[in-house]
């Protein structure tokens, strides 16, 4: 199944990833993935992310499989550090769902370009996650 509502893909580019060559090497060990932990017990970590116009989110690692919901619509652009960069609308009521693991991070940043804040639930999955089908 399918999310009913989808971030729509505006632009693909590239970027050099030197100019954040500091925090790309840092980003393996930097887990906060979003602005608040909302919740966590041993199965689950709750996030709430929040990013106002003109901020960014610096490169960070997850290491768990993880879905997000957007709550507020925005524009962002995502970095990724092979030197990829895409921006994003993303619409409220969207879901991702992601796989990742200590084996097989993910790891970007993400900028809010647009003039609205942008918002998101992070759901890491903490128990399980690998073996999930």
């Known amino acids: ?3 009913l509502v ?9 970027f050099d990833p030197a100019r954040y ?14 602005s608040t932990v909302w919740f966590e017990n041993a ?11 003109g901020y960014r989110h610096p490169f960070h690692c997850h290491r ?3 879905y997000w ?6 524009r962002g652009i995502q970095r990724l550090p092979d030197g990829t960069l895409t921006m994003w609308q993303f619409n409220v009521g969207e879901v991702d769902f992601l796989r ?3 084996d097989a991070p993910l ?5 809010n370009v647009g003039d609205t804040p942008l918002r998101f639930s992070t759901v890491e999955l903490l128990r399980g996650a690998s073996e999930t089908p």
């Open 1 to 3: 199944m399918h999310a």
């Open 6 to 14: 989808e971030h729509v893909l505006l632009e693909e580019a590239t």
């Open 21 to 34: 060559a500091e925090e790309i090497a840092a980003a393996a060990d930097n887990f906060a993935v979003a």
């Open 43 to 53: 199965d689950v970590r709750i996030w709430d992310f929040l990013l106002e116009p």
């Open 64 to 66: 768990t499989t993880y």
């Open 69 to 74: 919901i957007c709550t507020a619509a925005g």
């Open 100 to 102: 990742a693991s200590p």
């Open 107 to 111: 790891i970007h940043d993400l900028e």
